[in-house]
């Protein structure tokens, strides 16, 4: 028994070490594009924005908060930038900052903030860019509905300033104004898939084109979805040759014809040309799997992906990475 039970324990140590092993050859590899690497407290970060007018990354703390990687002028490939606290709001400790948007007409940066485990706090706050202060927080509850889980995940901004929320438990769009005021909530039939097994993780990344619609794409399904706001949210189901984008985060739009989505795999280039009412996957980036792309964003014309995980002990190391698409 004692024989058995070593030789137990020796295999199962064994197992346990390949994919350890593995992680750490991924982590030692040298990546094929330039990377941002920068120290921080939290193991989780869901997004990150380039805020151009200050030089900086904005990221969001799963564990709640708002912080900033400043970039120098001149950055070596072996420079660990630092993540410094920038928002920490007592009253909604407990729960996650998600999807964050730099507004800069309005000078303001947005974030969607959820009770990741429970569903059962969603919100939208405000803040200044310069500053930092809070200028409203919207408590997202639809009143035809008060009892319904949510899962605030994402934002995009209209011409006007109206914000619209995914919302990847209830699968809609929450819209709030300009000003914090709640407007209305955004449903279709199309948001919800037949297969029960589709539905984890719904409604996530969400863009605004400058024609006046929305694209938004559902996780699990990999559906692309096209929202005609001036057409009364007219929503139709956007057909991707090469789809469907499974497992589909972020979601970036770098021209009027070019989409990026940060997911598995990191990056995938999408395009339209007849004002997205069909597209294609045209190019692919693959960057290390292990560490999840959730966000894609635009510094100086190239694109970069934020991962969720950090690496690293005491401090975690966090990864913005160069996505590169080839076909």
Known sequence: ????????????????AIPIAYLISLELANPSTH????????????????DDLHHRFLVSFMEGGVGQVSVPEQDSANTVLEEVTLVKDADLAG???LGLLVDRPRNRCLVAVSDVFRNRYNALAAYDLSTWKRLFLTHLVDPNSSDEKSFVDDIAVDAEGNAYVTDAKAN????VGVDGKFLSVIRSPLFTPKEWYKTFVGLNGIVY?????LIVIHTFSGSLFKIDISKGDEVKVIEVVGGPLLFGDGLELISPTKLVVAGNPSGRLVESSDGWETASVAAKFSGPMHRFATAATVKDGRVYL?????MGYPKKKHAIIEAVFSA
């Open 1 to 16: 028994m004692a024989l058995c039970s070593t030789r137990t324990l020796f295999l199962l140590f064994l197992l346990s």
């Open 95 to 97: 729960n996650a900052s």
């Open 209 to 213: 084109h400058p024609d006046g619609f």
């Open 172 to 175: 809609m769009l929450w819209k």
């Open 306 to 310: 934020s991962h969720l995980l950090g």
């Open 35 to 50: 990377v941002y690497r920068y120290h921080s407290s939290g193991l989780f970060r869901e997004c990150a924005k380039w």
